[in-house]
């Protein structure tokens, strides 16, 4: 009689993210600004499209410009403002 082995124990997988939350700020033109405390890019940048889309080919993006660094939210530490362009 062969022994089975024993499956290593699954993990659940957690949503660290589900607490956090992403705020539109600002609407221009060409770019948005968000105040999020997510600090994943690619969240960012994918709960800010599902907000309010670009309307045009290319999606919302965090720039990549010098002077549109993300900057601490002055009404709470916790978070972050970020400069999305498209």
Not at 21 to 41: E, G, R
Not at 55 to 70: C, I, N, T, Y
């Amino acid at each position: 009689m062969t022994k089975k082995k024993k499956k290593p124990a699954r993990r659940k997988k957690v949503d660290q993210e589900f607490d956090h939350d992403l705020t539109i700020i600002s609407i221009k033109m060409l770019s948005i600004q968000v105040c999020t405390d997510y600090k994943n890019p690619k969240l960012i940048e994918g709960e800010a499209n599902a907000q309010h889309p670009s309307g045009v080919r290319s999606p919302w993006a965090l720039s990549k410009q010098k002077e549109h660094k993300p900057c601490v939210c002055d009404e709470d530490k916790t978070r972050k403002h970020y400069i999305l362009s498209c």
